[in-house]
Every structure is written in C-alpha cells, then in structure tokens.
C-alpha cells in the first residue's frame, strides 16, 4: 500500500515539475522570439586611427541563435567631410565562429596591429577560451578603404 502510494506521489510531482517546466519553457520561447526581433547585441572590443587616414574597429556581435556565440566584425572608416565614414567590413574568422564571453572579457584581444602605410597592414588574434588561449592571427591589408586578406 505505501509503495503504491509513494508511486502516486512521484508521478503527481513528475507532472506537476512537467508543466512547470513546460511553462517556463513557453515563456522563455517567447523571450527568445522577442530578442530575435531587437538588434543583436554589440560590443566594441578594439579600435585603433592611423592618422588621418583610417579608422579600423573591431566589433563582437552577439548571436541571435546562440546566446554563447558571437561574430567579428571589422570596419574600416575613412575620413570624409570633418567626420568618420564606414568604407569596408568584414568578417573575422566564422560567422557565429567565437564565444561571446571571452571575446567579450578583459583579455578578449590578443593581438591587434595596424600600421600607417598604404597598403594599411591589419593582423587580428583573439581569444578563443581562456584554457585554450589565441587564436592564429588573421592578416589583412586595408588598401583604398578596402580590406583585402593577407
């Protein structure tokens, strides 16, 4: 009798842990439908001006379907009419290819090297995860405003 009783009590506390979580779960959907909408979440994590020539940034942007991953962004800008205007972009390594934390956190940047020449050399290394450490840098060349890969 008391097995059968305390088997009530489980299947009882299943269902009702069941719909719990289904509830949970049909507002966290409806959260993440939300944030689907809303811009996808940016932060800046270098940027650097070669004079009066280029501006070059990088930029992590946050997935809209991962909540740990995240894509590079790198801008070049161009001087033009007393103000910075974007002239070229691209993207660092993968789409959705880095995690949004590291890249996000104090250390995110492992290398980030310009120089004022023309064509504008550009080498990128970032963090991967702390245990794993940097990524192999990726060279590109800014010429024109343009970025090409080195």
């Known amino acids: 009798m008391n097995l059968l009783r305390n088997h009530r009590s489980r ?3 299943t269902a009702a842990v069941t719909l719990v ?3 949970v779960l049909g507002t966290a959907g409806a959260s993440a439908s939300n944030a689907e909408t809303a811009a996808p979440q940016t932060q800046q994590i270098a940027s650097s001006v070669l004079g009066s020539d280029y501006k070059i940034t990088l930029t992590a942007l946050r997935s809209a379907q991962d909540e740990y991953a995240a894509s590079v ?7 033009d009419s007393g103000r910075w205007k974007e002239s070229d972009r691209v993207t660092v390594g993968d789409v959705d290819g880095w995690y949004w934390y ?3 956190g104090s250390h995110a940047v492992c290398e980030f090297t310009t120089a004022s020449t023309e064509p504008a050399p550009v080498a990128v290394s970032l ?3 702390p245990s794993i450490g940097c ?3 990726a060279h590109y060349v800014v010429k024109q405003g343009r ?3 080195g």
Request: hydrophobic share 40%.
């Open 73 to 79: 962004r790198l801008q070049v800008y161009t001087h």
């Open 21 to 23: 979580m289904a509830g």
């Open 11 to 13: 299947r009882a506390a």
């Open 135 to 137: 990524s192999e840098p």
């Open 102 to 104: 590291p890249l996000t």
């Open 147 to 149: 970025v090409y890969a």
């Open 127 to 129: 963090t991967i995860t």
